[in-house]
T-cell receptor
Framework: NAGVTQTPKFRVLKTGQSMTLLCAQD?????MYWYRQDPGMGLRLIHY???????AKGEVPDGYNVSRLKKQNFLLGLESAAPSQTSVYFC??????????FGPGTRLTVT | GENVEQHPSTLSVQEGDSAVIKCTYSDSASNYFPWYKQELGKRPQLIID?????GEKKDQRIAVTLNKTAKHFSLHITETQPEDSAVYFC??????????FGTGTRLLVSP
C-alpha cells in the first residue's frame, strides 16, 4: 500500500514548455485534489475530482488542465509553463472531502 | 466562497511553553475544521480536527476549540517540544466539498 504518490519529484522547465504531473493512489479513493503551495500563501486548490471521469475548477485553475480517466490517477497538465507557475505541487486523495491524504509533493521551477 | 484567515504567521516559543494559533472563517455553513502540520520539506499531515457540533477536542498535548457564533477556531499546543517546530495550517470545509486553507503559521520551539 503505497498511499499517494507523485511523479516526478522535481522538474525544471523553460517558459513555454509543457509537462504533466501524475498523482496515483492505491486506496480506492473517490476524491482527488491538486494544490499549489507558495511561500506565505498556504495551499491553494487548482482542480479537483469527486470521481472517475469528473473534474472541477478550484481557486486557481488558470494555466492548468486535469484529467481523471482512471479512478486511481489524477493528472495535472501545464500546456505552456510560465515563471508564475514555479511552486510546490501537492496532490491529495480521500474517501470523502474532509479526509485528505497528501502526496510527497513535486517541486517545479520554470525559468 | 469560504475565506480562512490565520494568525500569527510566525510564532516563537521556548520549550515547555504553550502555543496558540487562531483562525477565522467566513461561511457559516462550514462544518468541519481540520489542522495540518507540515515539517520542512514534507507533506502536510492531519493532526486534529473538529466538527461544528463540538466545542472542544483534545488529543494529548494538542487541543482545538471552536466558537461557531464568532466563526473562529484555535489550535492549542501545551508543553511544546522542539519536534513541534513546523508550519501549521488550519482549514475549513467549504459547502462544495473543498477544503479552504489558511496561510499557515510557522512555529519555532527553541530548546
Amino acid at each position: 500500500n503505497a498511499g499517494v504518490t507523485q511523479t516526478p519529484k522535481f522538474r525544471v522547465l523553460k517558459t513555454g514548455q509543457s509537462m504533466t504531473l501524475l498523482c496515483a493512489q492505491d486506496m480506492n479513493h473517490e476524491y482527488m485534489y491538486w494544490y499549489r503551495q507558495d511561500p506565505g500563501m498556504g495551499l491553494r486548490l487548482i482542480h479537483y475530482s469527486v470521481g472517475e471521469g469528473t473534474t472541477a475548477k478550484g481557486e486557481v485553475p488558470d494555466g492548468y488542465n486535469v484529467s481523471r480517466l482512471k479512478k486511481q490517477n489524477f493528472l495535472l497538465g501545464l500546456e505552456s509553463a510560465a515563471p508564475s507557475q514555479t511552486s510546490v505541487y501537492f496532490c491529495a486523495s480521500g474517501p470523502r472531502a474532509r479526509e485528505q491524504y497528501f502526496g510527497p509533493g513535486t517541486r517545479l521551477t520554470v525559468t | 466562497g469560504e475565506n480562512v484567515e490565520q494568525h500569527p504567521s510566525t510564532l516563537s516559543v521556548q520549550e515547555g511553553d504553550s502555543a496558540v494559533i487562531k483562525c477565522t472563517y467566513s461561511d457559516s455553513a462550514s462544518n468541519y475544521f481540520p489542522w495540518y502540520k507540515q515539517e520542512l520539506g514534507k507533506r502536510p499531515q492531519l493532526i486534529i480536527d473538529i466538527r461544528s457540533n463540538v466545542g472542544e477536542k483534545k488529543d494529548q498535548r494538542i487541543a482545538v476549540t471552536l466558537n461557531k457564533t464568532a466563526k473562529h477556531f484555535s489550535l492549542h499546543i501545551t508543553e511544546t517540544q522542539p519536534e513541534d517546530s513546523a508550519v501549521y495550517f488550519c482549514a475549513a470545509i467549504e459547502r462544495f466539498q473543498k477544503l479552504v486553507f489558511g496561510t499557515g503559521t510557522r512555529l519555532l520551539v527553541s530548546p
